[in-house]
């Protein structure tokens, strides 16, 4: 169920608009009648990260930070 709250509201009742999201719900805070956030329920993190995971399935290239003349220019203003 998705119900719109303004900022005051939400500050007042957070923890049980928190209850609301955990249950399944969603809620939009509003700034004015104007949506500007919504609530939704964080995703589950399975496991812990493991260093290294990745280690051997990406390559960075040796060049990836090497900035082409005209756009380091660009950035400069010339």
Partial sequence: MTHTVNIYEAKTRLSALLADVESGGEVIIARAGRPVARLVAADQVSGR??????SGRIRV??????????????????
């Fill in 49 to 54: 990260r493991t260093p290294g995971a990745w």
């Fill in 61 to 78: 290239s040796d060049d990836f930070d090497t900035l082409p003349e005209e756009i380091a220019a660009a950035f400069e203003g010339h």
